[in-house]
């Protein structure tokens, strides 16, 4: 990615679209939770609270990756249908290092790729 100042990110709880924004283009790249469905039955078969444990882990280090992308930006949009964009900023939040970017949630539903590119493009163009 470029140096731009502008960052998308359409998420939920596995997957990450990370889309940096310049006037002329947009950028996208892709981040996925690496928890697959038979870890999970794997898991799942030994204990739930194992499993829940791996899942938790898991989902720090997705958040943990999306945090290192995110600290090379000024202006970054959290969208997405779950609450997994409101978890990653209350992360942030909570670490100095993001308190001069400028971080916001906003709703959205599944989108698809052209969707999420209008979505990013209408945001930053009205700043």
Do not use: C
Not at 35 to 46: I, Q
Request: no cysteine; proline share 2%.
């Amino acid at each position: 990615m470029t140096n731009a100042i502008y960052l998308g990110i359409w998420m939920d709880h596995s997957n990450a679209h990370l889309m940096e924004f310049s006037p002329d283009t947009i950028e996208t790249k892709t981040i996925n939770l690496e928890f697959t469905h038979r870890e999970k039955e794997h898991s799942l078969g030994k204990s739930e609270n194992l499993m829940h444990n791996k899942e938790q882990h898991q989902q720090a280090e997705y958040y943990k990756k999306l945090g290192e992308v995110i600290k090379n930006y000024e202006d970054v949009v959290l969208f997405g249908p779950t609450e997994a964009k409101v978890e990653l900023l209350n992360t942030l939040r909570a670490d100095h290092h993001f308190e001069k970017i400028k971080i916001e949630t906003r709703q959205a539903d599944k989108m698809t790729e052209n969707q999420q590119h209008a979505f990013v493009k209408n945001y930053f163009s009205r700043h």
